[in-house]
């Protein structure tokens, strides 16, 4: 619960800002907004885009309206013309710095503009009950394969929390040894986290979206255990 965490810093004279490692688990919680946050930024990859191996990517930012002056970035707004047709058009200008020079807020020129619209596409086809559905597939995939992997030879759980669509694994074999185990078989099973956290030497990162099949999971948990 984020409301406690808001009213905390805005008694202390502080704002609040939220950030978000997974869009799509707004689909089933209460939104920044709705918690007191005053800002919030996260990573959209997840948002309807491709893994474009790195990047090209985008990250989203919002705020309230008091704040949005302050924003930086050319701002889309929704009108409509003089025929009462809705339409998109750069908003907030006189801030830009064509206009403002070295008075501007804004003076970013750079936008992964096409990313973006890809994921206003896919949201707007998706709406919050299409949002709501996805989210619970990660939820409800990653549960099960947290299920099937605890089950295979010598895999267990690091962390006991509450999870989304990722959740840590822990292995008796060496995990670079099984991660190249799993590619010869043609299944990408996760972040080797030793890598980056020398505690977690024995740990994969296990990711599980709405896109992965109950038999892409079984075929993994088999293949973790050492069945095929």
Do not use: W
């Not at 004279?13 to 996260?42: F, H, Q, Y």
């Not at 070295?102 to 709406?127: D, F, P």
Request: net charge positive.
């Amino acid at each position: 619960d984020l409301a406690p965490l808001a009213e905390a810093a805005h008694a202390a004279g502080a704002l609040c800002l939220v950030v978000v490692a997974e869009p799509i688990a707004l689909g089933l919680v209460k939104s920044p907004g709705e918690c007191g946050a005053d800002l919030v930024t996260g990573e959209g990859q997840g948002l309807g885009t491709g893994m474009n191996y790195g990047g090209p990517a985008l990250g989203f930012l919002a705020t309230r309206e008091q704040y949005v002056r302050h924003v930086p970035g050319r701002l889309v707004g929704q009108t409509v013309d003089r025929d009462g047709r809705a339409g998109y058009v750069l908003t907030l200008a006189t801030r830009e710095q064509h206009i403002r020079r070295e008075k501007a807020t804004s003076n970013i020129c750079t936008a992964e503009s096409l990313i973006a619209l890809m994921a206003s596409i896919y949201l707007v086809g998706m709406g919050p009950q299409g949002l709501r559905a996805v989210a619970l597939q990660n939820l409800r995939k990653a549960a099960y394969a947290k299920e099937r992997l605890t089950k295979a030879a010598g895999c267990g759980l690091r962390f006991h929390g509450p999870t989304f669509n990722e959740f840590v694994v822990r292995t008796k074999k060496k995990p670079a040894a099984l991660l190249g185990r799993l590619l010869r078989k043609r299944i990408v099973g996760g972040l080797e986290l030793g890598r980056f956290y020398p505690e977690l030497a024995d740990c994969l990162l296990v990711c599980v979206t709405e896109r992965k099949t109950r038999e892409q999971i079984d075929a993994l948990a088999a293949a973790l255990g050492g069945g095929r």
